[in-house]
């Protein structure tokens, strides 16, 4: 609840607990579940659909710290930025405790803008995570490389598609 709340203190406990790393998963998962039931009433969905949600948010999230630790301490970092992707892997994961929101997004009416607010909502998290995980006294550092990341994220997948011909349409 703490990390919904946007409480800096726990996002400063969860980087130093290396037990958390099974905490900060769950949150992934439940997280993921709650995307997943939600969208049950705005398109195809299922159990299996949920199930390969939830696996994919797993690998997303691995993926995220791991960049997210490479731009914040190789590209970006202050002088007394120190961490490691465990770290990172904590705060973000705690990070996405708003998501679990996603939940009322199949709701008629109010769907889309509980999708927005959630969205939003765990970018500032996200934000929050990774200038405590990186020891910044920049927020907007902070959001510098949440930015980049989500850039990369968006850019490789896209590039791939191009250079090995799939195609790009309605799905993309």
Request: contains cysteine.
């Amino acid at each position: 609840m703490g990390a919904a709340r946007l409480e800096v203190a726990v996002y400063e406990e969860v980087e130093a607990d290396t037990t958390a790393t099974l905490q900060a998963m769950a949150v992934v998962i439940l997280a993921s579940i709650a995307a997943g039931i939600g969208s049950v009433g705005v398109g195809p969905g299922g159990v299996r659909s949920i199930v390969m949600s939830g696996v994919g948010s797993l690998a997303g999230w691995v993926i995220w710290a791991f960049m997210t630790y490479v731009i914040g301490t190789k590209l970006l970092p202050e002088p007394q930025t120190q961490a490691d992707t465990g770290q990172l892997m904590r705060t973000l994961g705690f990070a996405q405790a708003p998501g679990i929101g996603r939940i009322f997004v199949g709701v008629p009416a109010i769907g889309p803008l509980v999708l927005l607010i959630v969205s939003l909502w765990m970018l500032v998290a996200m934000i929050i995570a990774v200038r405590q995980a990186l020891d910044y006294k920049s927020t907007w550092r902070a959001l510098a490389v949440c930015v980049i990341g989500w850039v990369i994220a968006i850019v490789i997948p896209a590039i791939a598609l191009v250079a090995t011909g799939a195609p790009v349409g309605d799905g993309f």
